[in-house]
C-alpha cells in the first residue's frame, strides 16, 4: 500500500507548485484524504486550541461521560455494540452566524481563541476548494459559489474526545460513515490515534503528526465533480490508553444549496460517462443522511435519483 499523502502547503508558492498540485489530485482521486505540513495556521494557536480542548474536557466533560457510559451499561460490555459511538463531543456553529458566545461551560479564552481558529481554517477550507477548481478545470471560486445557498455556506465545528475504552475490540470509538458536507478540515491528536479510512477495502491509519492538518472530501464535491472525487467512508477505533482529541470542522453547502454535478464536467466527460448524481437541496440531503450515517452511501443518492426534482440538462 503507498504512503498516505501528506502534502506541504508551503511549496504550492515556489518553483515545486506542479507536483504539490499532482499530489492534491492524486489524493482526491485516490484516497479522498490527504494531510496538510505547513498550513500556515500559527503552531502556537494550534497548541492553545489543543491545551483549551482538553481542559476544558476534563474539568466539564469526563465526568459526564462517565456516567453517561455507566448508565447505559458500557463500562462492563461483554457483547459488541452497534449502534454507538465511544466518543464525548460538542459543537460550535461559525457560518451563517456564530454560536459560541451560546454554547454553555466554555471559558472566555476559549471561546475567543475557537473564533480566531475558525477564520482561519475557514479561509485555508477556501484556499483549498479553489486548488480543487484548478485540478478540475473549473473557474475559480466555483465550489464556493455552489455551497453558497442564499446565505452563504455552512461551517461549524465537532470537538469530539476519544476517552480510554476497557473493551475496544466491543465499540467503536466512532462507527464507519463518509461525511455528508463539503470538504472537512481536521484537527487531530498527535499522541494517541485512532482514525482509520478504507482504502482498496483495507483499514488504513491516519498517522497522527504534530500540527497538521487533516483533509477529507464529503459527498457533496463527489456529486459536483460526478464521482470524480469520492467521499471515502473512515471510522475512529476506541483505544485502551489515553484520550484522543479530534477537532473536525465541515465547511458545507448553505441549507438551501441546490447541489448537483458540475455541468462542465459533464460536457468534458459526456462521451465517458452520463450524469452520474441526482440534484437536490443539502437541507433535504441532511435530513436523509441523519437516518442512514452510518449506512453505505449509494442508497442516499439513489433515493434523490428517484425523488422528482427536475433532472439537470447535460446537453
Not at 4 to 16: T, Y
Not at 101 to 122: Q, T
Not at 167 to 178: D, F, I, Q, S, W
Request: hydrophobic share 35%; with cysteine; proline share 5%.
Amino acid at each position: 500500500m503507498s504512503n498516505f499523502p501528506v502534502i506541504n502547503f508551503e511549496k504550492l508558492n515556489g518553483e515545486e507548485r506542479k507536483d504539490i498540485m499532482e499530489k492534491i489530485k492524486d489524493a482526491c482521486e485516490n484516497w479522498g484524504f490527504f494531510e496538510l505540513v505547513d498550513h500556515g495556521i500559527p503552531h502556537d494557536l494550534l497548541d492553545t486550541v489543543e491545551r483549551l480542548t482538553k481542559e476544558h474536557y476534563e474539568k466539564c466533560m469526563e465526568e459526564r461521560f462517565k456516567e453517561s457510559m455507566a448508565s447505559k451499561g458500557l463500562e462492563a460490555i461483554q457483547t459488541e455494540v452497534k449502534d454507538m459511538d465511544w466518543e464525548s463531543t460538542f459543537h460550535l456553529r461559525h457560518l451563517p452566524e456564530s454560536n459560541i458566545s451560546e454554547v454553555p461551560d466554555l471559558v472566555d479564552e476559549y471561546r475567543k481563541v475557537m473564533k480566531d481558529f475558525a477564520l482561519r481554517l475557514e479561509k485555508l477550507a477556501e484556499q483549498l476548494l479553489d486548488l480543487l477548481c484548478e485540478n478540475l478545470g473549473l473557474e475559480k471560486g466555483y465550489l464556493k459559489k455552489a455551497f453558497y445557498g442564499s446565505r452563504g455556506p455552512t461551517f461549524g465545528t465537532k470537538v469530539a474526545n476519544y476517552p480510554p475504552c476497557p473493551n475496544p475490540e466491543l465499540v467503536k470509538g466512532l462507527r464507519a460513515h463518509t461525511d455528508a458536507g463539503g470538504i472537512i478540515l481536521l484537527f487531530q491528536d498527535d499522541k494517541v490515534s485512532g482514525l482509520q479510512l478504507l482504502k482498496d477495502d483495507q483499514w488504513v491509519d491516519v498517522p497522527p503528526m504534530r500540527h497538521s492538518i487533516v483533509v477529507n472530501i464529503g459527498d457533496q464535491l463527489e456529486v459536483i465533480t460526478n464521482g470524480k472525487y469520492k467521499s471515502v467512508e473512515h471510522r475512529v477505533i476506541a483505544q485502551t490508553d489515553g484520550t484522543r482529541m479530534s477537532i473536525a470542522s465541515f465547511y458545507n453547502p448553505g441549507s438551501d444549496a441546490v447541489i448537483y454535478p458540475a455541468p462542465e464536467l459533464l460536457e468534458k466527460e459526456a462521451e465517458e460517462k452520463a450524469q452520474l448524481y441526482p440534484k437536490f437541496v443539502f437541507e433535504d440531503y441532511m435530513k436523509l443522511y441523519a437516518d442512514l450515517k452510518f449506512q453505505a452511501k449509494e442508497p442516499r443518492f439513489e433515493a434523490f435519483k428517484e425523488s422528482n426534482f427536475d433532472p439537470i440538462a447535460t446537453a
